[in-house]
């Protein structure tokens, strides 16, 4: 069964959920994992795709939009869009862009980062797992 993490953060800048999601993709792909971004939509979508580049001097993150993925590329360990996950992504999932549909559950952990002004849709969504009996993990993260 899926593992749902909420990371509730306390910075209230304008970008604080784009930085904090940099940093999780950053952990996990260092862990080896398969990540899959979800983005609200495609302008936020190519916003981390150019965050992911320059988010922390050294850091190295390879990614790719789901637009720019060609059709037999399965080595691409990051991808980010706002739609349905390409297939082989079923490990990693973090969203930033609100509602993910049915297709969370095929994932192995689903990342929720929650900034100070999403807080009501956030307890929606929880009360949403916790109703179908999803193991939930709350994290607080302290404004950098």
Not at 12 to 39: N, P, S, Y
Not at 93 to 112: K, T, Y
């Amino acid at each position: 069964m899926t593992e749902v993490f909420f990371y509730i953060l306390e910075d209230e800048a304008a970008d604080a959920t784009a930085q904090f999601a940099c940093r999780l993709t950053e952990k996990a792909h260092g862990e080896g994992h398969r990540v899959f971004i979800h983005a609200a939509d495609a302008a936020q979508a190519a916003a981390l795709d150019e965050l992911l580049w320059r988010f922390r001097q050294g850091s190295f993150v390879p990614h790719a939009t789901a637009d720019a993925l060609e059709p037999d590329d399965d080595i691409t360990p990051v991808i980010i869009g706002a739609g349905e996950p390409p297939a082989g992504f079923d490990d990693v999932l973090i969203n930033i862009g609100g509602e993910v549909g049915g297709f969370f559950s095929r994932f192995a952990r689903h990342n929720e980062i929650v900034g100070p002004q999403a807080m009501a849709a956030a307890r929606r969504q929880y009360r949403f797992f916790k109703d179908r009996g999803y193991q939930l993990t709350t994290h607080k993260i302290a404004a950098r």
